[in-house]
């Protein structure tokens, strides 16, 4: 959850698309600047539990928009959005639907503190938000609870072939349908183009050609062969997965039973160390690093390759950026004789089972998921989008020409674990997996031990 807040809010917030808008964009910055102030201030004083209470009061009074006359009003808690993208298609949609008013609640940057906002409604069982724009990570949590409608009813296996499958099975649980993807995510390897090209090389597909060329071109501590999120954090598990997919791992196996000491995990996590520690293409330091710092190292020349998400693209060819049309993306690498896969992010609407207003609600996510609505968004907020079709859109190329190679990517991305207890899962494995990193632990014991943990939390122990 925090990985997707942190880059959201930086994609949001320092994109040109952001920052085109000039004075409007820095306006909404101060604003949101003053309430995450506010936040900060009362932060020491109360309890968790006041300060979630006395955000939904800031939130609700800060809104500006209300219901007028006999319109049906329906609402959701969003991110803030500089770019003005929900804005307009907000407008949009009231142009086409008079009988229906939609308020965009504009909540903190922080992906947490929006989720416990949810949460506490929810368990007040009140209507405070009909909506519920949410990370994909927080499906299984919300449906588990019965706090969302499940939308199979109304959106039927046909209508789901037109968003892209990783977003679709990341939007479901126990077989039912609870979210409609709106902005997908997923990570990839950047990679100097002019370097490869420069010594006649190509893209590397396995992990042994990849360390080789990291070798090659490498030249430390100037230039490191590799970057990844190494931080003990959210971060650090999107990175984790896609190294042990790599080798063909999983958390759990296809009939449903904890895997996460198999073979080929230990594999995967010892490649992972090897490669700080052994192969030395990695600095030490990357056990520090999320998004942020593995972005500046890239993009100021000091790496070879870099993991990240589709944000870096766009700040990387920043008219001030030193990699500017240098670079290119790639499906990162896998193991010989196996495939590799991304980890899914995103976020997407689903409906709270507390509102009055389900029709009007279902009316305004069919129009917000659609092809239109999200093509205005990706020009106007940068989002990616979950429509297969706009991987094909002429003017969607012609400004973002990445998005052929990033298409591919996301064909193959898959969600992360769809569990319930996911965030404590999560936790425990990110604790594991920074020990093995830093040498403190061997990859076979840190594992092990983890799965016992995890094991405990699913018996609920």
Request: hydrophobic share 40%; charged share 25%.
């Amino acid at each position: 959850m925090l990985l997707c807040g942190c880059v959201l809010a930086h994609e949001l917030t320092d994109s040109p698309l952001a920052r085109s808008r000039g004075e409007e964009v820095r306006k909404d910055v101060r604003a949101q600047d003053l309430m995450d102030s506010a936040f900060k201030t009362v932060e020491g004083a109360i309890s968790v539990k006041q300060k979630i209470l006395l955000t939904i009061l800031v939130v609700l009074f800060s809104s500006s928009v209300y219901a007028q006359g006999n319109k049906a009003r329906i609402s959701f808690l969003s991110w803030p959005d500089p770019g003005g993208g929900f804005e307009q298609v907000v407008a949009d949609f009231e142009r086409e639907n008079p009988g229906i008013h939609v308020e965009i609640i504009k909540g903190p940057t922080s992906t947490d503190l929006r989720q416990d906002m949810y949460v506490t409604s929810f368990l007040a069982g009140e209507p405070t938000y009909d909506m519920v724009l949410m990370d994909i990570i927080w499906v299984p949590k919300f449906a588990h609870q019965g706090w969302l409608l499940p939308l199979d009813e109304w959106f039927d296996k046909e209508a789901m072939k037109g968003f892209l499958p990783g977003d679709i099975g990341g939007s479901m649980y126990n077989g039912r349908l609870y979210r409609i993807p709106l902005q997908t995510d997923a990570g990839m390897l950047y990679y100097r183009r002019d370097l490869l090209e420069e010594a006649g090389l190509a893209p590397p597909e396995t992990w042994e050609e990849f360390v080789e060329v990291a070798k090659r071109l490498q030249k430390p501590p100037i230039r490191w062969g590799f970057v990844f999120q190494g931080k003990q954090y959210e971060g650090l598990v999107c990175n984790f997965l896609e190294f042990i997919w790599s080798f063909g791992g999983s958390v759990f196996s296809e009939r449903g039973q904890l895997a996460l000491d198999s073979p080929q995990n230990v594999e995967a996590l010892a490649f992972m160390c090897d490669l700080i520690h052994g192969q030395k293409v990695t600095p030490p330091g990357v056990t520090t690093y999320e998004e942020e710092e593995c972005r500046r190292i890239f993009q100021e020349g000091n790496a070879v390759f870099c993991r990240n998400w589709p944000y870096q693209w766009t700040l990387a060819q920043d008219e001030r950026s030193p990699v500017r049309g240098k670079i290119g993306i790639a499906p990162l690498p896998h193991k010989k004789g196996q495939s590799s896969h991304a980890t899914l992010g995103g976020w997407g609407f689903g409906i709270s089972k507390f509102t009055r207003k389900k029709d009007a609600c279902l009316r305004f996510i069919r129009y917000i998921t659609g092809p239109g609505a999200q093509r205005k968004l990706h020009f106007r907020s940068g989002i990616v989008p979950t429509r297969r079709s706009l991987f094909h859109d002429a003017g969607i190329l012609r400004e973002s020409p990445h998005y052929a190679e990033l298409f591919k990517i996301l064909l193959r991305a898959r969600p992360r674990p769809v569990h319930p207890h996911y965030p404590r899962i999560s936790d425990i494995i990110s604790r594991y997996v920074h020990k093995a990193l830093l040498r403190q632990k061997t990859p076979q014991y840190t594992l092990k031990k983890a799965r016992s943990q995890i094991d405990k939390v699913i018996r609920g122990r």
